[in-house]
């Protein structure tokens, strides 16, 4: 028994064609296909890296489970992806921390050790864990749609 089957392939006529035509399919992959993936990858680590303890001296807010503070800038073929949830209360009158001020302190601990702004933090790294997981499935995701 045979199988009949229709392979379509596009011919180009130069290769400045085919790399036009690449480039567009890897503007499609980077601004369609990883975007949510990303998010799903830095939701995970927001949730087993960040929410994986109960804080001993303040009220989690819950804010950045959801990954309604995710936001994209994107370039021609580059995603950056922020969390810019906001700090819970200002702590001295006059400066309410940014969502960069409190990823930063989330992921590396900076300012613990009871001499900071926010005392006794610790690193918990979901950005450059999320970081690992993306780089890997980036690369997935690019096998599979080009081989």
């Known amino acids: 028994?045979?199988?009949?089957?229709?392979?379509?392939?596009?011919?180009?006529?130069?290769?400045?064609?085919?790399?036009?035509?690449?480039?567009?399919?890897?503007?499609?992959?980077?601004?369609?296909?990883?975007?949510?993936?990303v998010d799903d990858i830095i939701k995970e680590h927001i949730n087993s890296d960040v929410y994986s303890y109960s804080p001993e001296w303040y009220t989690r807010r819950g804010m950045m489970q959801s990954g309604a503070n995710l936001k994209h800038?994107?370039?021609?073929?580059?995603?950056?992806?922020?969390?810019?949830?906001?700090?819970?209360?200002?702590?001295?009158?006059?400066?309410?921390?940014?969502?960069?001020?409190?990823?930063?302190?989330?992921?590396?601990?900076?300012?613990?050790?009871?001499?900071?702004?926010?005392?006794?933090?610790f690193a918990r790294p979901y950005i450059d864990n999320a970081q690992k997981d993306v780089d890997a499935k980036v690369i997935d995701v690019l096998h599979s749609k080009f081989g």
């Open 1 to 37: 028994m045979y199988l009949n089957r229709v392979i379509a392939m596009a011919v180009f006529d130069s290769f400045a064609e085919l790399e036009a035509h690449l480039m567009e399919e890897l503007r499609n992959v980077m601004h369609n296909d990883i975007p949510p993936i």
């Open 73 to 121: 800038y994107e370039g021609d073929l580059s995603l950056l992806v922020t969390d810019e949830t906001p700090g819970n209360t200002p702590v001295f009158p006059g400066y309410q921390p940014s969502g960069a001020d409190l990823s930063f302190i989330i992921n590396t601990g900076a300012q613990g050790n009871g001499n900071g702004m926010w005392r006794r933090a």
